[in-house]
């Protein structure tokens, strides 16, 4: 390589340095805040779900219209993902799981939400049909948003238009650990509701205490039950949509933070590196001009 | 006076978390109050305020603006709004 390619190569390689190291800074900051968010949201998630929990084990759950389970021919799935890439192996793994999740199904049994464009984009390229797609640009998430969804998926699940409903998005652990998930939002079964409070609930801390959600024997309802459910159970899809959404959100600023922090600390050694393989290389045309200089010289004197 | 534990949260906002003597809460089948050692209990939230006696004798108001509910079990309630 000649010294002006490399030179050249070390400015590209020290700009990428230094976009991948802004694109950190701001995914840092946007990471505490999402994060922030999801974290402040698990309280209301998880009294919600544990309410939903406890009256289940009354047989009136069952009978909800979205708590029908039933054949299933029709799904439909929700997935939740970034619009911009540069986030690791976040997208790629969520859309993964989603595709795998469906694959029994044929394609024209499964309609597509996509929140986000990545998602969009895979699905809608491979056949699927994608009855709506939202765009994943704002970090603030209105709960108005997943109300309206659920609401949508609620009526198309009540009149049996689809008969699961599927979501597909990562759960936030950590910000080095971010795990795609499937999980099932319809029919609501206590099983999956307690799937979902365990996600919720840390493993240590604060809010460990309450991983185990017992059943409460008797609990008097007012004004009865029957009107309970139907005002908590549309509302509780909503909910562990929202939060879904949430913890999506986190883990994708997370996974970008951390990208970026690998992208910026691999560019710095590369244009380390490609500075010493320079001057090494000039230091070689040097010596080389020297010694042609010292034996033009000799043999002038001779 | 004996507490109880409460949590009152709204979405992406917890309003409130930690001991209570007592709240005093508009169901939708009337005013009710719950003091520690209440049965296992659930009931809808008509619109309206409620009030929060703290552990410290501290009052709190919470506005019901639409649709909440309360839940009650092994002195530890939980109110969502």
């Known amino acids: 390589m000649a010294l ?36 402040t949201g698990r309280p209301y998630a998880r ?28 799904v439909a799935l929700v997935i939740l993902t970034s619009d911009k890439g540069l986030a690791g192996a976040l997208n790629s793994g969520v859309i993964m799981a989603a595709a795998k999740a469906v694959a029994p199904y044929a394609t024209d049994a ?15 390229r491979r056949g699927y049909p994608v009855a709506r797609a939202f765009e994943n640009k704002k970090d603030t998430v209105e709960i108005s948003v997943m109300e309206e969804l659920s609401a949508e998926l609620g009526d198309a699940f009540t009149n049996e238009t689809y008969d699961e409903v599927l979501v597909a998005y990562s759960n936030f652990k950590s910000t080095f650990e971010q795990i795609p998930t499937i999980r ?38 007012e004004p009865d039950s029957g009107e309970v459910l139907a005002m908590l159970a549309p509302r509780l899809v909503a909910i562990s949509l929202y939060h879904m959404l949430l913890e999506a959100k ?24 490609l500075t010493r393989l320079f001057n090494k290389i000039r230091q ?13 010289r000799e043999a002038l004197a001779t | 006076m004996k507490t109880f534990h409460l949590t009152v949260a709204r979405v992406g906002e917890n309003l409130f978390d930690g001991e209570a003597l007592s709240a005093s809460l508009p169901g939708s089948e009337g005013v009710f109050e719950i003091l520690a050692g209440h049965e296992a209990f659930v009931s809808l939230l008509a619109k309206g305020e409620m009030h929060v006696r703290a552990a410290n004798e501290e009052m709190f108001h919470f506005e019901i603006s639409a ?11 939980t109110v969502l709004l």
Do not use: C
């Not at chain 1, 070689?284 to 033009?296: K, Q």
């Open chain 1, 4 to 39: 002006k390619d490399i030179k050249t190569k070390i400015q590209a390689t020290e700009r990428t340095h230094k976009v991948a190291r802004a694109m950190e800074a701001v995914s840092a900051v946007k990471m505490r805040k999402t994060q922030s968010v999801a974290l």
């Open chain 1, 47 to 74: 009294a919600a779900l544990q309410i939903l929990a406890r009256l289940s084990g009354s047989a009136d759950l069952v009978r909800h219209p979205l708590a029908t389970a039933r054949d299933i021919r029709r």
């Open chain 1, 110 to 124: 499964v309609t597509v939400y996509a929140y986000g464009r990545k998602g969009e984009e895979y699905f809608a």
């Open chain 1, 184 to 221: 099932r939002l319809l029919p609501l079964a206590l099983p999956d509701v307690t799937r979902l409070i365990e996600d919720i609930v840390p493993e240590k801390g604060r809010w460990s205490d309450l991983r185990a959600v017992e059943s409460v024997p008797a609990y008097s309802i």
């Open chain 1, 250 to 273: 986190a883990s994708e600023h997370s996974a970008r933070m951390v990208a970026m922090k690998n992208a910026s600390d691999k560019s710095k050694e590369v244009a380390h590196d």
């Open chain 1, 284 to 296: 070689a045309a040097i010596t080389r001009e020297v010694s042609e200089i010292v034996g033009g």
């Open chain 2, 67 to 77: 649709d909440g509910i309360a839940e009650v079990s092994r002195n530890q309630a």
